[in-house]
Each structure stands twice: as C-alpha cells, then as structure tokens.
C-alpha cells in the first residue's frame, strides 16, 4: 500500500482572547493512498477545512506531523512541497482575481515556482485549459465573463499547472448548480484516472461522497470518529454521529 | 379548484430591464403563469439565473429600479391590481408577504440585540401591543421556532447566534406579522445538513398550522421533494414545467426537468460509478436567448419546429412548455389525480 499523505496525532488549538482556547484539532491520523478518493465529511465546525489549510501550509500546525511520500512535509522548501500538493477552493466566485485574466490566473504557480519563458507559458497553460474541457480563447478572458462551472474549471486548471500528485477537493461543487455538478464530478473523474490524481474530497452531500468517494473518514468536533472504504461507512455504519448525518441527508422522495 | 381558494393568481407576468439608449428592453420573465392556494407550498427550482429570484421580487414588490413588470392579472386574496404601485406593496410587505433569505446572518442587522429587532417589527406592524406585550409576543415567538432560553436569547446579537439558530430567528421575525405568505429564497443552503432538516420542518409545521402558504425556491431537487405539494421548473425566464411534486419527481414531462433530475447522482451510478449525466451548455442570458423554445439548443430530443418563431404561441398557459413533451401519457394520468 503506496501511502503518498501520512498524518499523524495532528494538533491544532486556536487561542481565544482571554485565555481560552478551541481545539479545532484534536490528534488527527489520516492516510492517502495514491490514487485514491479519501472523502471527508461532518458538519461546519468539525475541522474539515482547517485540516484542509494545515495541509496547503496555510495554518501551522501545533504537535503532530505530516508526511508527504515518507518524508515531514516540514523539511520540504515551499516550492518543492507545492508541486506535489495543491488545493481547489469551494467558492469560484472569490476564490480567482477578478482583475487578471485567466492565464495569468494559471500561469501564477509556473511564475513563481519556475522560471519559464513566455513561450512555455503559453503551451502549459492551453494544455491545461484544454485538459479541463475549455476552449484555449478562455485564457484571455476574465473570470467575471465566466460561468459558474467554467470557472471551476478554471480553479482545477490552476490547480493541476505544477503537475501534483495531491489535490485537496474543498466543497470543489456545492456553489455550483447540479446540472453543472455532475459535469464537474465527471471532469474530476476522469483527470484522476489520467494522471493517477489522488484526492481528498471534503463534502457536504453524502449521495456525492458515495458517489466519488473510495474511502470515507467522518469528522466530528476536530476528531476522526470513524473511517472506513465507502461501502463499510455506509452499509455498516458504526457511529452514532455518522448515523446521525446519514439520517439527516436527503433523497429525492420518490413514494408519495 | 375555485377562484377563492387561491391566494396568490398570476397570470402571463412580464419582467422587463430597461436598457441606455434606443436599445429594446430586456425580456427577462416571459409569460409566466402562477398562482398558489391557501396553505400550499410551491417549490420553484432551476438554475442560477433562470429568474427565480426576480419572480420573487416582483411578487414582494422589490425589483430593482431599471426593471419594471406587466401582468395580465395579479389577484392577491381576491383583490386585484391593475399596476405596481409602492404604497399598495408597502401595506402588504412585511404583514401579509414575509421573506427569508439564503445568508441569515446578513439578514438580521448585526448592530442590534435580538430584542430590538422584534421591536422594529412590532412598531410598523404591531401597534396595538404594550411594551411588555411586546416582549413575551417575542419570547414566544423565539419559542415557537425551537429557541432554547428565549428571555435570555432576546438580549443576544446576531453574531452569538450559530447559522441555524439565526435562520430560526429569521423565521421568527418573519412570523411576527402572521403572514399569509412566506418566500424562502433557498432558506437551507447556508446550512449543515442536520440543521437543515430541523429549519425544514419548521418551515412545512408553521405552514401547516397557520394555513401559510410557502414558495420555496431552491435549487436542491431533493430538499424540494420533500418540501413541496406542487414544483414550477423554472428556464431562462419561463416556467417550463409546472405539476405535483409527486408527477414531477416521477414523470417529469419537459426535456429540461427530466435532465435536472438525471444529472443527479442516482443510486445506480453510484453502485456502478457509471458517468453522471450534466446537461451540455449553459442558460442563454436573457438578452442572448434563441428564438422558439430556450432549451432547444442543449435539447436532446429538439426537432426543426422548436426553432420555429410560433412556438411561443403553441405552448403559451401550456402546463409543459414543450412541442414533445415527455412520458406524455403518464402525465396525463398524474394531471387527472390532482
């Protein structure tokens, strides 16, 4: 079993004025296998989006480690961290400048992590926007003139320009109306036979988690209650926590 | 179905924006046909940018200031009004017609305790109460919509509130007034999904008990299932389809509500992770839809007469707006039972 994401009794508290303080995070463990789909459910609150951000180097963590393919995500150099690892935020609306157009938007992580001629530039960037299923006169456009699920595309496309193994999905299509879901759903399915593209996928609706996910892991105020392949979380549910956000999840009434 | 029973009959509304210069004006809602009964809850769906929120606007009398709206009728319990005037809206907003929004927390004004904002409430439209009337119709309305403590909740800001919590508020201040009509514009969509259900049953219970009508617009197929009696499938300013919740979930007649529904990841793509089926294209903006009918273009099943410039005509108060309508002997028979 080829683990690419190990982490181990990951801490993470938020001090509060007054002393206080929140766990967000209470000694998580959690692996990625390659290839996967790992999805991570449970409610606002419950450290999904944190655990998220603590792996994109955006919070530090406080005790715990992380290894990336067996070595501490701490002793790689930011550059070489991020060409294995990157992130697809939930809202395309804010989460992509509106005051650059959309190749620079997905030529950023080249620029700043190598130093490539214009030229190259140019060919990377029509690669990816056209791997994401758009058409390459997109690139000179801004994101304002942009649907809802072509700007995701766009996030993705970005996403996937420093060539990562690692994506972490994060709500990547709860802004999105389901007719657009299902077409980004499938685009992520079908990038990650591809490339070999292995995911954690945060979400809310659990007939999607079942739909895309391989493994499950349930969080609940910053800890891991239950973890299992996608079946054994569903069939034989264990948690009474899980059970709970299973019960609560709504199908299409289809008896009445 | 008697013409008293209805609450809220509209018929053939148009929503134009006005435009600079000598250019036409936008068509944006296009002969839309709606009407409600007393106690029911209709559920609007379609995607962003169909024109459901505009719809819904217009019913409270607030649409923004370059648009303006036409109707053929627009009956409100019995009454009739010829034309949008603001003094007639204004007594109707707020004590006949209450709204609640996706955001809660950008609803209620952050600046004032809970408290206050009831008394904001009771001012315009509650004047016959004493102070301390006031107050114990507020605590009772917290709780009524399942707020633990009210006394104590009354001096809270919003910000002390979780997202479920302050949509419940919402809903109380909105029930102040005993309204007649309550438009939830995608009430639940800010929440998590266990605080979802409980804002749902909140919402069908006050339906039920104060005979409150509901139009509840969403553009979750399964949170409507569950909500509404009746469902209007909303496209590029048009109702498309409207029938019971129950012939639209199993028989949806348009090509439109059919591919809504399929795109949905069903039980069988999820045991076969089989590819899901979106619909090709996007909704044509307003000003940029194709003549005949609007979903002809990402239409599997358009034939050469959906083009044509009659098909306005040939659909029009049509409960399916389509040439070829789907399962259209199922339909039938599911029309005949309502």
């Given amino acids: ?256 | 179905m008697s013409r008293e029973s209805l609450l809220l009959d509209i018929k053939d509304l148009n929503i134009f924006f006005k435009n600079k210069g000598h250019k036409k004006d936008t068509h944006a809602i296009r002969g839309l046909d709606l009407s409600l009964k007393e106690g029911e809850i209709l559920g609007i769906v379609g995607e962003s940018g169909c024109g459901k929120s505009l719809t819904n606007l217009c019913i409270m009398g607030l649409l923004p200031d370059q648009s303006y709206a036409t109707w053929e009728q627009f009956n409100w319990r019995g009454n009739q009004y010829s034309e949008f005037k603001e003094k007639t809206w204004r007594g109707l907003r707020g004590s006949e017609i209450g709204m609640i929004f996706q955001n809660p927390m950008s609803s209620l004004n952050p600046t004032l305790s809970l408290e206050y904002q009831f008394e904001e409430i009771f001012k315009l439209h509650r004047k016959d109460l004493s102070k301390s009337q006031r107050k114990a119709e507020a605590i009772s309305l917290l709780e009524r919509v399942g707020i633990t403590q009210a006394e104590k909740r009354l001096k809270s800001y919003p910000f002390e509130l979780s997202g479920g919590m302050a949509q419940r508020v919402m809903i109380a201040t909105v029930m102040a007034t005993s309204p007649r009509l309550l438009i939830a514009d995608e009430p639940t969509t800010a929440l998590d999904v266990t605080i979802q259900n409980q804002v749902l049953d909140l919402i069908k219970d006050l339906s039920q008990e104060n005979k409150m009508s509901v139009i509840f617009v969403t553009h979750d197929l399964a949170v409507v299932s569950h909500m509404a009696d009746r469902i209007n499938v909303m496209y590029a300013g048009e109702i498309v389809e409207s029938a019971s919740c129950s012939t639209l979930i199993q028989n949806p007649s348009h090509p439109y509500a059919h591919a809504l529904l399929n795109s949905l990841p069903t039980e069988e793509a999820i045991i076969h992770k089989a590819q899901l089926k979106s619909i090709p294209g996007q909704v044509p903006s307003f000003n940029q839809r194709p003549e005949g009918c609007s979903f002809a273009p990402r239409c599997p099943y358009q034939k050469e007469d959906c083009k044509s410039s009659e098909f306005e005509q040939m659909v029009k108060h049509k409960k399916t707006r389509c040439l070829y309508p789907l399962n259209s002997l199922q339909s039938k028979a599911g029309a005949l039972h309502e």
């Fill in chain 1, 1 to 256: 079993m080829n683990k690419i994401i190990e982490i181990d009794q990951l801490t993470k508290r938020y001090e509060l004025s007054g002393g206080d303080y929140i766990d967000a995070l209470k000694g998580i463990d959690l692996h990625l296998i390659k290839g996967e789909t790992l999805g991570l459910v449970g409610e606002s609150g419950s450290g999904k989006s944190t655990l998220a951000k603590i792996l994109m180097k955006l919070e530090a963590l406080n005790s715990g480690r992380i290894l990336l393919k067996e070595r501490d995500s701490q002793l790689y150099k930011p550059k070489e961290y991020f060409s294995h690892i990157q992130m697809v935020f939930q809202d395309p609306y804010s989460s992509l400048n509106p005051r650059k157009t959309i190749f620079s938007i997905i030529t950023e992580p080249l620029v700043i992590n190598k130093s490539l001629t214009q030229e190259e530039l140019r060919r990377i960037a029509k690669d990816k926007i056209e791997l994401v299923g758009l058409n390459s006169q997109v690139l000179e456009r801004y994101p304002h003139t942009l649907s809802g699920g072509q700007r995701q595309r766009v996030g993705i496309a970005r996403a996937l320009t420093l060539e990562p193994e690692v994506l972490i999905l994060d709500e990547p299509i709860s802004a999105l109306d389901v007719s657009i879901q299902a077409a980004i759903l499938n685009l992520l399915i079908d990038l990650q036979k591809k490339l070999n593209l292995t995911y954690l996928f945060i979400g809310h609706d659990l007939n999607v988690i079942r739909y895309i996910a391989d493994r499950v892991a349930v969080m609940y105020l910053g800890e891991i209650v239950e973890m299992g392949s996608t079946d054994d979380i569903f069939k034989n549910t264990k948690h009474e926590y899980t059970k709970k956000l299973i019960n609560s999840s709504l199908d299409l009434k289809n008896d009445n």
